[in-house]
């Protein structure tokens, strides 16, 4: 569903909802139209008008929920909307916080994520800090496993070869073993981790899966 207002002013930002659920969708909304500087642009309750509206409205960000049911996938959604020219930046939004969706949400290339169990009245202020560059993490730390991967606040974002590496690294593959599986030479792959580790502001490996910050 497309909001059309021509008297935009181009100081806001243009922001795109998805989710599955109507209602969450409509407080969404009526939390950001309380403000002066953000602007719904467009809604969408599935994976396909999801990235349509991505292409047709352009929006500066997307708050996207991870799972939306029958109607698609958030992180394949994610993945989608990146892939596109000018991609947005994007805040994924989800009722969960488990180690494998942080991982999957760093490897899909996401620009934050809020979990729904945090203050709503955050919310406006983690939209203008994620369209101002950071990557802001917002998980609900009680319901995280001691183990979780860590992502700086303010981080470059990997390159497609750079995921399919952070992935295996996220499965504790050794460098040898992510050569085998993606026919790389071992110095490939040790220059790949060195560039992964430095964009997310870790000396190693092993801090990927230090306990996760609050923010």
């Not at 488990?98 to 709503?120: P, Q």
């Not at 609900?140 to 399919?164: F, G, I, M």
Request: hydrophobic share 40%; with cysteine; glycine share 8%.
């Amino acid at each position: 569903m497309e909001t059309n207002k021509k008297s935009v002013v181009s100081k806001k930002i243009r922001t795109l909802l998805v989710d599955d659920h109507p209602v969450t969708r409509l407080g969404i909304r009526s939390l950001l139209e309380t403000t002066k500087d953000l602007l719904v642009v467009g809604e969408a309750g599935d994976a396909g008008e999801a990235v349509r509206l991505a292409v047709r409205l352009q929006p500066d960000l997307v708050v996207l929920d991870v799972r939306l049911g029958e109607k698609g996938d958030g992180m394949e959604v994610c993945r989608r909307m990146k892939a596109i020219p000018n991609p947005p930046r994007i805040l994924l939004h989800s009722a969960y916080g488990g180690s494998e969706d942080l991982a999957a949400a760093a490897v899909v290339g996401a620009d934050g994520y809020f979990h729904k169990g945090e203050e709503y009245l955050e919310f406006p202020g983690v939209i203008r800090r994620v369209c101002g560059g950071e990557r802001v993490w917002f998980v609900d730390t009680k319901a995280e496993p001691p183990l979780a991967p860590r992502v700086a606040s303010r981080s470059p974002a990997l390159t497609p070869k750079e995921r399919e590496v952070f992935a295996l690294l996220l499965k504790r593959y050794s460098n040898a073993e992510v050569g085998r599986v993606l026919y790389m030479s071992l110095p490939t792959v040790k220059t790949h981790v060195k560039h992964i580790l430095g964009k997310m502001g870790l000396k190693s490996r092993k801090e990927l899966f230090r306990p996760l910050a609050h923010h």
